[in-house]
Structures are given as structure tokens and as C-alpha cells.
């Protein structure tokens, strides 16, 4: 439901099966070190925070002697990435080399192996929790200034890696044309016969399995046993109201899709497309709250270890972390940001309101959820 299909609702998707599980590992071993050495005494491909550069200023001047970062997977459009982008060039005066933005986080992996040793190599990821658990080793360990505020859930002891930003499962709808939901069994009714469409295979991509869970949340089921979110999609498949369809930006504007279950950054940023021509608005149903992040990570093997060291710091700031709200996105630091007050309150406030404890699914009950799927939801849907 984006331009960054690729990157988002296939292989990568299924991040959200392991958003959360991504397995504690100690830093890599380095068997070569060629980069620049900070005012702190560390090369700066061994700095595991800006002390080794001696604090903030010496790790932007030994960023700004780098003069680039490389990034790749970030469409502008996604998350706000594109005044992310914007706006640390506009603080530190780095060129920003944005390579690939449709890439998925399966071409991230892949062109970092590729470019390994040469200047044009990925710097950072952006990655879906799935691959990036399959690929720590590629992961150099960076604790940001900021790194205290992020729940001990949400990264690794070490800084290996760092959930980022994301958000929760809701239902987007076009409300000229169909009713406002109060809660997914709603979607049962007369009134959406023909018009409800799940973003996603739930054996393949992250939103539609993560759907897939908060149907079963919704009916009394539970991040262990998913069964009833799949009865859920049988049921809507018997009233002839669930369309197997691949939900796109298209589907939506022609009106073949007037109900869309995705996350709900996508589903905002929909409307806010569609302003003046749909009145598409976003439901998160209370109490089936499923949350999902994705994972931020720096390249071991970056060429500007310094600069993908600052871009770190600049994500997870206060103005790194506005930004992606603005986007839409909920970014890591939210509860922290809210306490402190440094929150951009009309962007947070623009959010849709979430009621209940998010449920965020461990890597086991992801895999248990996963082998039910792949065994019962072909049947169910058939």
C-alpha cells in the first residue's frame, strides 16, 4: 500500500514475525581496521558510542571529514524519510547518496555483501525484524545518546540493533462509502459485502499475517493461538464480504477497495492522499492493539563509519523521532518523548487513537502462528 512495495509487503513484510524476537548477540569481530581514529582514541568502525570520538562534536567532525552516508531502502515517501533525509543534511552538511529506494530489506542485505570493501557500499539499514535477525553478524554494535529511552524489548543489550519506528494493525475505510466500524467483527455485516481486503498473503507478508492476529485478539484468541483470527477470515469469507486482492494505492482510489486492514501509518497516509477526493479514514480496534517495528542497524563493514554513527544519533533524537511521526510513523522513543514533553503534540495528537496494551509478538509465537497459518488459512479462505 505504498511505493516501497517491494521493500515492504513481500519478503520483508514478514519482519513482523520477528519484530520483537530478534535474539541478543555480542558485537561482531573485526579482522580489519582501516577507518579514521576519533578524538576519543577508537577508530571509528569500533565506536560503540560518540565518547569513543570524544562526544558529539567529534564524532560530527570525524562524520564531516567522511562527507557522505550511504543509505538504501528509503523511498521519501515512506515514513517521512525524505525530510528525514532533508533534515540531517540540512544539520551536519553530509551528502546523503540514496541508492535503491524500492529496494526491499532482502537487496539491502544483498548489495551490502555485493559492495562489501568498496566506497558505494550501504552504510545503514533499515530492515524488516525477520531478515535482519537472519543477518546480526552484519551488524556493528552503536548505543546513541538517546539509547536508554528505548525499551530493553525494542534493541539489543549491546546497540547490535535498534527497533526504529512502526506502528499498529487497523482497518482503513472510505467512510462516503461504507459505515464506520466500531471493532472488526462489524466487518461481518451486509454493509461490507465485497469490500473488506487484507494487505497481504498472512503466509507471506507481515501486514497480513499481522491482521491475521488482531482478528483473533478481537475474538477472544491470543498472540498463542491464533486459530480465531483465522475462523475470523473464514467467516468473512462465507459472507462474501473478504476480496482477495492485493491492495494497492490504486485499488483504493478506484474504489475496488473500500475497506483495507494494513498498519495504520499506511492507512493515514491514504487519507491524507486522498483528501478532498475520499474521506478514507483509519480505525485501530481497541483492545486487538498488534504492534510491529522495523530494525535500524549500522553496516559493519561501512565505508563512512563515522557518518552512519551520526546518522544514528540524528534518528533517534528528538527531531529525528518528530519526523518520522510526522510521517505518520510511531517512532521508538514515543513514551519517553511523551514524558519529557518533547513530543510534537499535533502530530502525535493526529495519531489514531490506540485503547489497550499493544501486543507485540515474541519470535516463538510468531513461528507457532506462522506453521498454523501455513497449514490452516489456504483452507479457510479456499
Excluded at 60 to 88: C, H, M, R
Excluded at 231 to 248: E, H, Q
Excluded at 341 to 370: C, H, N, R, Y
Aim: glycine letters at 10%; one cysteine or more.
Amino acid at each position: 500500500m505504498k511505493t516501497r512495495t517491494a521493500r515492504r509487503t513481500g519478503v520483508a513484510a514478514l519482519a513482523a514475525f520477528a519484530l520483537i524476537g530478534i535474539a541478543a548477540c555480542s558485537p561482531p569481530a573485526k579482522t580489519s581496521d582501516t577507518s579514521s581514529t576519533g578524538a576519543g582514541g577508537v577508530k571509528a568502525s569500533a565506536a560503540t558510542s560518540a565518547q569513543d570520538f570524544g562526544g558529539m562534536s567529534g564524532l560530527v567532525d570525524a562524520a564531516k571529514k567522511e562527507g557522505t552516508l550511504n543509505v538504501i531502502a528509503l523511498p521519501p515517501d515512506w515514513a517521512n524519510y525524505g525530510a528525514v533525509i532533508k533534515g540531517f543534511q540540512a544539520k551536519y552538511g553530509l551528502k546523503v547518496d540514496s541508492a535503491q529506494p524500492d529496494a526491499s530489506s532482502a537487496d539491502e542485505i544483498t548489495a551490502a555483501k555485493n559492495l562489501k570493501g568498496q566506497s558505494k557500499a550501504p552504510d545503514v539499514f533499515d530492515l524488516g525484524g525477520a531478515v535482519a535477525s537472519a543477518n546480526t553478524a552484519m551488524f556493528a554494535a552503536y548505543k546513541v545518546a538517546t539509547f536508554g529511552d528505548v525499551p530493553a524489548a525494542l534493541k539489543d543489550a549491546n546497540g547490535l540493533w535498534v527497533n526504529d519506528y512502526g506502528g499498529y494493525l487497523s482497518i482503513g475505510y472510505d467512510a462516503g462509502k461504507v459505515p464506520a466500524p466500531a471493532k472488526v467483527e462489524d466487518l461481518l455485516k451486509p454493509a461490507y459485502k465485497g469490500k473488506v481486503c487484507l494487505n497481504g498473503d498472512p503466509t507471506k507478508a507481515g501486514a497480513g499475517f499481522s491482521g491475521v492476529v488482531m482478528a483473533a485478539l478481537s475474538q477472544g484468541g491470543s498472540a498463542d493461538d491464533i486459530s480465531k483470527g483465522v475462523d475470523f477470515f473464514k467467516a468473512l469469507n462465507a459472507a462474501g464480504n473478504f476480496l482477495p486482492l492485493d491492495c494497492t494505492p490504486a485499488t483504493i482510489k478506484s474504489g475496488q477497495t473500500d475497506v483495507v486492514i494494513d498498519w495504520d501509518y499506511l492507512n493515514v497516509a491514504q487519507g491524507k492522499k486522498l483528501k478532498g477526493t475520499k474521506d478514507w479514514k483509519t480505525l485501530v480496534p481497541a483492545g486487538a492493539v498488534v504492534g510491529g517495528y522495523y530494525v535500524q542497524a549500522i553496516n559493519v563493514d561501512a565505508p563512512h563509519p563515522a557518518a552512519a554513527r551520526l546518522w544514528q544519533e540524528y534518528l533517534y533524537s528528538d527531531e529525528g523521532q518528530n519526523l518520522w511521526l510526522k510521517g505518520g510513523a510511531r517512532p521508538v522513543r514515543e513514551e519517553a518523548m511523551v514524558k519529557a514533553g518533547t513530543i510534537d503534540k499535533a502530530a502525535f495528537s493526529a495519531l489514531p487513537k490506540a485503547e489497550g496494551t499493544p501486543v507485540f509478538l515474541t519470535s516463538a509465537q510468531s513461528d507457532k502462528a506462522k506453521a498454523y497459518l501455513t497449514a490452516n488459512w489456504a483452507k479457510a479462505i479456499g
